[in-house]
């Protein structure tokens, strides 16, 4: 069965100091999707990205990075530069293809950015 | 573009009482889904619609708890009996297109339930 796991819990950084959020996935689909929500204090998820099995390259959006590598099923998110207002709960998550469209959130990480 | 509404977005019932949710989704997404997010923990997917069909239940404890789309278009989610482990923020989400599950999806503030 599909699984994420997010093993930091909490995370608290300093403002303008770089972080990075780990992802972990179990998957025995050759083809899924790996996503990224960001859940601010008001409560809505918000979309960050998307990324199918398929396309390992890494991407880049203003302070925000991801790291794709299949061979580690991981699926990292680095903040750089952090600011108070990336303080959030931050989830990834999976869907998988072959055995229906099953999407699974991880537990969340509750980063912390201190002025 | 209107996001996804939901309503009331906060309740507060005793345990057995019955209790609903609303959800207007995006207008124009056939995909809409209701989440459960226990306090500390990731959303929970409890029911996938595609239109006015059920793509994927299995995680709705059906004994207690029922959602129907009327029309392919708004959602009710409803809860009879209500249990103290019920207590958690509801969210729904919806999305456009075939893709379901692949595409991003639009969540809305959510309702928070607690059960006394």
């Known amino acids: 069965a599909q699984k994420v796991t997010q093993a930091q819990t909490e995370i608290s950084v300093v403002e303008k100091e770089d972080v990075t959020l780990d992802c972990v996935y179990e998957t025995r689909d050759t083809t899924y999707y790996l996503f990224w929500y960001k859940q601010p204090p008001s409560g809505e998820l918000v979309f960050l990205i998307r990324r199918n099995s398929f396309d390992e390259q890494n991407e880049i959006s203003g302070r925000y990075s991801w790291n794709f590598q299949k061979s580690t099923s991981s699926f990292n998110f680095t903040i750089t530069a952090s600011q108070v207002v990336d303080s959030a709960v931050y989830f990834c998550?999976?869907?998988?293809?072959?055995?229906?469209?099953?999407?699974?959130f991880g537990p969340g990480t509750r980063l912390s950015v201190l002025p | 573009e209107a996001g996804v509404a939901q309503s009331p977005r906060y309740k507060i019932i005793e345990k057995r009482q019955s209790v609903a949710f609303w959800c207007n989704p995006i207008s124009g997404h056939a995909t809409l889904y209701w989440y459960q997010q226990i306090l500390g923990q990731g959303p929970k997917l409890l029911i996938q619609?595609?239109?006015?069909?059920?793509?994927?239940d299995s995680q709705l404890p059906k004994d207690r708890f029922s959602a129907e789309r009327l029309k392919g278009v708004d959602s009710t989610l409803k809860i009879q009996p209500a249990k103290l482990e019920d207590s958690a923020v509801y969210l729904c989400a919806s999305n456009k297109g075939e893709g379901g599950a692949y595409n991003e999806q639009f969540f809305g503030p959510g309702t928070r339930l607690t059960v006394l």
């Open positions: 998550a999976l869907s998988e293809w072959t055995y229906g469209q099953n999407f699974v």
């Open positions: 619609f595609q239109n006015n069909g059920v793509v994927d």
